[in-house]
């Protein structure tokens, strides 16, 4: 089966084209093909497919397998991947996501190559299911979390995938493959959580470092980095657009108050094409 080994920011997805529908076995095609040593090796799994309610259908796997419900780098890889394969010859092109309904892109192009996407990522649900109900009706926006005897403070912010957002004093050196595991499995989600590490540094920047639920420890997270704004802006920090500085480079958000709908901006690359599996 061919690949395309695509990232962004490199949070890499091998991108598969050409099924008409998911294949059963796409979960342990995750695990196998995602392994960096046995396997191609990426953080996910990804497919194009068609769509009845969009231009085309995304799914992601993340390499442990599991299903996302959407996934911010790998929608403008597999934008970037339709654009260029000559898919579309427009600008805009409309997502199918597992999670996160319809999402609409627009491309910015340089001569025939996309150079960065801008990404409508719908509204942040701010009562997800990453907060148990019994805590869902307090208006609290940080909720206390104890694991193995380090207290922390989190804000839940789910993008159609759920994630829990924790201010650091310097999220760049946070011990995240320690606190990381603990809390994506935490059985306060009952659905595990992407774990984002965040440090303001101006009222338009943040740093933050993640550990990706069913992925580990990545270079950038989209969805996590839009739920990073969101839970800066919902505590005063930052401004309502602010540059996310992750260990991959920078992605641009906005939580616009007129539709208030989360607006993403980022790269996304080509790396190789390539086939995996016995050839004969
Ligand atoms: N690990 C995530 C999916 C990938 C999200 C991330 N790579 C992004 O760019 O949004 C989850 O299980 O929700």
Redesign the pocket.
């Known amino acids: 089966m061919k690949f395309t080994k695509m990232h962004?920011l490199g949070?890499d997805f091998l991108v598969i084209d050409g099924e008409k529908e998911l294949p059963e076995y796409a979960s342990s095609l995750a695990v196998k093909w995602c392994n960096r040593y046995f396997g191609a090796g990426a953080?996910?799994l990804v497919f194009i497919l068609p769509s009845e309610r969009a231009d085309f259908q995304m799914r992601?796997f993340?390499s442990d397998g599991?299903e996302?419900?959407?996934?911010?780098?790998?929608i403008r890889c597999v934008c970037k991947y339709v654009y260029e394969k000559g898919y579309i010859d427009r600008r805009k092109v409309s997502i199918e996501t597992l999670g996160a309904g319809v999402q609409l892109a627009e491309l910015k192009t340089d001569s025939g190559a996309v150079s960065s996407v801008r990404i409508d990522m719908g509204e942040p649900i701010l009562r997800g299911r990453a907060v148990p109900t019994t805590l869902e009706a307090s208006p609290v926006l940080d909720w206390p979390l104890e694991v193995s005897g380090q207290r922390f403070r989190f804000t839940a912010v789910s993008m159609g995938?759920?994630h829990c957002v924790i201010f650091v004093e310097d999220a760049a050196v946070f011990d995240l493959y320690k606190w990381g595991p603990m809390l994506e499995e935490h059985p306060i989600f009952p659905q595990k959580t992407?774990v984002e590490f965040a440090t303001v540094t101006a009222r338009d920047r943040v740093e933050m470092r993640v550990w990706?639920?069913?992925?580990g420890s990545?270079l950038?997270?989209?969805?996590?980095a839009c739920a990073t704004l969101v839970a800066s802006v919902l505590h005063g920090y930052t401004d309502r657009a602010a540059w996310i500085g992750l260990a991959g480079g920078d992605l641009y958000v906005e939580w616009s108050e007129t539709d208030n709908h989360v607006y993403m901006s980022g790269p996304a690359e080509t790396v190789y094409e390539g086939r995996i599996g016995q050839l004969r």
Not at 68 to 74: K, L, P, S, V
Not at 212 to 215: D, N, T
């Open positions: 962004g949070n953080d996910g992601i993340n599991t996302a419900e959407q996934c911010g780098n790998a995938n759920p992407n990706e639920r069913g992925a990545t950038a997270c989209g969805t996590g």
